[in-house]
């Protein structure tokens, strides 16, 4: 299957600070890819989906201006988490499509002191 | 809305030994894509199998099959000669056929454990 990259794997971060995580389509190209939330136990919860060339289109309750997403071409979408806070803590996991199926990258884990 | 329910929150089968996984989802869309997918402790998602609704024939991957009964809105996921490498937390999840791949709803999960 297709493969998806997700860079950080792993970040701790200081309140207050801004941290940048990368999504990558390496053998395919994804005019739209996916953003997730997972708690402990969890199932995935869809924050927003990324659009290459235009806006990203953002679930209820998830706030733009803390999140923001930049797809800037067809292999690489960045999820933004601008000032952060101990309660972004999380599991962000990134999908891109391949076809009609959605192809994950291995997660990145979040934690804000 | 699309909605998935899994009403397993945890299995336990014996390795070689059979497991049915249960999933059941609400749509009113008549064209959709349901699939399974494993998380295993790493936390990658993995893609079990998949089935397109308007095939009506049942798809299987290996060791790996689904049953999939469309007016009951089910999509069960059968596991054969169940291996250690089997336990993970497993997902059901329904897209809607758009044209283009749109966004997937999960249900809450199975926790399988495969013991010796």
């Known amino acids: 299957g297709a493969v998806v990259s997700q860079h950080p794997s792993r970040v701790i971060c200081k309140s207050g600070t801004s941290v940048k995580i990368e999504c990558r389509s390496l053998?395919?190209?994804?005019?739209?890819m996916f953003w997730y939330r997972q708690f402990p136990k969890k199932s995935l919860m869809l924050m927003a989906t990324s659009n290459e060339g235009s806006k990203a289109t953002y679930e209820q309750g998830v706030e733009k201006d803390k999140f923001l997403i930049n797809h800037a071409s067809l292999t690489l979408s960045t999820l933004t988490v601008t000032s952060a806070h101990p309660e972004d803590s999380s599991f962000y996991i990134c999908?891109?499509?391949?076809?009609?199926?959605?192809?994950f990258g291995p997660g990145t884990r979040l934690t804000v002191l | 809305a699309q909605t998935v329910t899994q009403s397993q929150p945890e299995m336990s089968v014996q390795e070689a030994e059979t497991v049915t996984l249960s999933c059941t989802y609400d749509t009113s869309e008549n064209n959709y894509y349901l699939f399974w997918y494993k998380q295993p402790p790493s936390r990658q998602m993995i893609l079990v199998i998949r089935q397109e609704a308007y095939k009506q024939q049942n798809a299987t991957e290996n060791r790996f099959s689904v049953n999939f009964q469309k007016a009951a809105k089910s999509f069960s996921l059968k596991i054969s000669d169940s291996q250690l490498g089997d336990t993970a937390m497993y997902f059901c999840?329904?897209?809607?056929?758009?044209?283009?791949?749109?966004?997937?709803?999960f249900g809450t999960g199975t926790r399988l454990q495969v013991t010796l």
């Open positions: 999908s891109a499509p391949e076809g009609f199926t959605q192809y």
């Open positions: 053998d395919f190209q994804a005019t739209t």
């Open positions: 999840a329904f897209m809607t056929h758009t044209g283009t791949a749109s966004k997937l709803t």
